[in-house]
């Protein structure tokens, strides 16, 4: 069975441009999560979402960063406008149902680079 | 607000020598505790979780961690390290309410021979 696929694992960005990150779950998980992992710190939560839907982002950014997981398809990280400061590893996450007591699956995590 | 914390952001032992490293927990309700290590460059894979069954929970490579109440702990330990245990790790908490996962800051385990 295949894990948590991110892409692209780099990707470099110069100021101003957007990054994509992209997440698809472990086969049959419908519960993803995006964490932020700055250097020499722990992981932060930036969302968690089912198919469809935001279930909490209490820890995105207000601006320039939006996640989806449409019905369809990986679900994905976009930062518009990027600055040097969301130099950063993404990882994304799945779990099978809510995160009660069940692990999480990580991704290798997208690591942005920002010129 | 729940946190984690994890005392010493990087460990030194000897191959063979005891491993331990910490993490204490705020919470007001019960929680859900887990340990977690990343290799370079790779993502986090799940060592060992404590969901309120025994409080001395085994997992892989050899790794226990005792869940504590009345120090609020949940350290990690192994009796003998080894080189490949060389990595970091992470303590993570979860009330069962709430839809995140709460991480530690880390602590970077290097093993010397």
């Known amino acids: 069975n295949a894990g948590v696929m991110q892409n692209p694992r780099h990707l470099v960005r110069r100021r101003g441009q957007e990054a994509r990150l992209r997440c698809s779950p472990v086969?049959?998980?419908?519960?993803v999560y995006w964490y932020r992992q700055l250097p020499e710190e722990g992981l932060k939560f930036m969302v968690y979402?089912?198919?469809?839907?935001?279930?909490?982002e209490s820890g995105m950014p207000k601006e320039r960063f939006s996640a989806e997981f449409p019905k369809e398809g990986p679900s994905i990280l976009r930062i518009q406008q990027v600055v040097r400061g969301d130099s950063a590893a993404y990882f994304c996450?799945?779990?099978?149902?809510?995160?009660?007591?069940?692990?999480?699956?990580f991704g290798e995590g997208s690591r942005l680079t920002v010129l | 607000a729940q946190s984690v914390t994890q005392l010493g952001s990087h460990v030194s032992v000897s191959e063979g020598a005891l491993v331990l490293l910490r993490c204490n927990y705020s919470?007001?309700?019960?929680?859900?505790l887990f340990w977690y290590v990343q290799y370079p460059n790779q993502g986090l894979q799940l060592l060992l979780k404590?969901?309120?069954?025994?409080?001395l929970v085994k997992g892989i490579n050899g790794f226990e961690a005792e869940f504590k109440k009345s120090e609020t702990s949940f350290h990690l330990t192994k009796p003998s390290a080894h080189m490949s245990d060389a990595a970091e790790y992470f303590c993570?908490?979860?009330?069962?309410?709430?839809?995140?996962?709460?991480f530690g800051t880390g602590t970077r385990l290097q093993v010397t021979l």
């Open positions: 996450a799945s779990s099978p149902g809510a995160p009660n007591t069940g692990e999480l699956f």
């Open positions: 993570a908490a979860h009330t069962g309410t709430a839809s995140k996962l709460t």
């Open positions: 086969k049959g998980h419908s519960h």
């Open positions: 404590y969901t309120s069954a025994a409080t």
């Open positions: 979402l089912q198919k469809e839907n935001i279930i909490d």
């Open positions: 919470s007001s309700v019960p929680p859900y």
